[in-house]
């Protein structure tokens, strides 16, 4: 997409309608080379920077909405997270955004003052470190919660995503490109549904999310504290469950991986039991919270994988990852994912 358009000409442009006094020096591509959103480090004439993010996947409307309240977020978070999220650029108090369109092409561009980083967390963990990440997460989510009420309203839920799912199956470009494999989708979404509904899910507290927390993501102090986050495209209200896969993930034993898949078997290892006592320890879990990361983990699938992996995933990975969750992924949620062993490790 970015050979069909200058991305650099849209962030110009979005930058003169947000401060036409201050020009652009230089910009320089930062985008991770695994997704097709684009984030571009801007130098201004003074020498000073700020951060943009252009996208064009999904809807203009999502796209402020979650950033309004990552934005109020920033802004509202307790110490000691008050400087852990990147803030955006205002312009007369309000979020400022910009919406490029053409015949062609339909992108929106945020702008970000830079976040500080400090260390990157290492390929694999020891399991002091995990323990603390728990602790980490815990009282993140826990100051998420209390601000939860001060955040801007969301209309976007979970249910949302299934349904267009749901809807895409019906349309020709769904039908061929989901073909031999619309059954399967049906039956997953509809033991989504079911689940959630026996679970009371609906009841769960919602928080602002990030889902998407491998270590590329976030920065920890030197002794393993929180210190920065970034990267917010999988960001949403939900419930706190929905961050557990991705830590599983950070905790595992064969660590961060170059060529990567999406198993379940993270949930289950031994030293993700020892994030989750940490975690709960702090911000104590309930059963059928535990119940849940079951149907977190099928909503993941279904949804960033089966049904938007073309638009977050370079099609190098996307294609596998979508085969891998017919093939892997959905036949292993029942046979691997045993929530009793979770829930005899918190004594619930």
Not at 26 to 50: G, M, P
Not at 61 to 68: A, G, K, R, W
Not at 178 to 207: H, P, V, W
Not at 259 to 274: G, N, T
């Amino acid at each position: 997409m970015q050979k069909l358009f200058d991305f650099t000409t849209i962030i110009r442009e979005a930058w003169h309608e947000y401060d036409p006094s201050q020009c652009i020096k230089s910009i320089a591509d930062i985008s991770a080379k695994v997704s097709t959103n684009y984030v571009y480090r801007v130098k201004l004439e003074d020498d000073s920077l700020v951060i943009a993010k252009l996208s064009y996947f999904g809807r203009y409307q999502h796209f402020v909405e979650d950033h309004t309240i990552i934005n109020a977020l920033a802004n509202n978070l307790p110490d000691p997270f008050e400087n852990f999220v990147a803030k955006s650029l205002t312009k007369h108090g309000q979020l400022f955004t910009y919406r490029y369109q053409n015949s062609l092409l339909d992108a929106w561009v945020v702008f970000y003052n830079p976040i500080k980083i400090d260390q990157k967390p290492p390929k694999r963990l020891n399991e002091t470190q995990i323990g603390i990440l728990g602790e980490e997460l815990a009282k993140f989510h826990k100051a998420c919660k209390k601000v939860r009420n001060t955040l801007p309203r969301n209309f976007k839920q979970a249910k949302d995503d299934l349904d267009q799912l749901v809807e895409i199956l019906d349309t020709a470009p769904g039908r061929f490109e989901y073909r031999g494999q619309r059954d399967t989708i049906l039956q997953q979404c509809e033991m989504l549904y079911e689940n959630s509904d026996k679970l009371k899910a609906q009841n769960f507290d919602t928080i602002p999310v990030f889902i998407d927390w491998n270590i590329g993501n976030f920065s920890v102090t030197k002794d393993f504290r929180f210190y920065s986050r970034w990267d917010y495209d999988w960001f949403r209200m939900s419930s706190r469950v929905m961050d557990f896969y991705f830590f599983s993930r950070v905790t595992s034993d064969i660590g961060d991986r170059t060529i990567f898949s999406y198993l379940i078997d993270p949930l289950m290892e031994d030293r993700f039991l020892i994030f989750l006592k940490a975690y709960h320890a702090v911000y104590p879990l309930s059963k059928d919270e535990v119940l849940f990361m079951k149907e977190a983990y099928r909503f993941f699938i279904l949804n960033y994988v089966v049904k938007d992996g073309r638009y977050f995933f370079h099609e190098l990975y996307s294609s596998r990852l979508r085969q891998e969750a017919f093939e892997i992924y959905f036949p292993s949620l029942d046979k691997t994912f045993d929530a009793d062993k979770i829930c005899r490790a918190l004594n619930l």
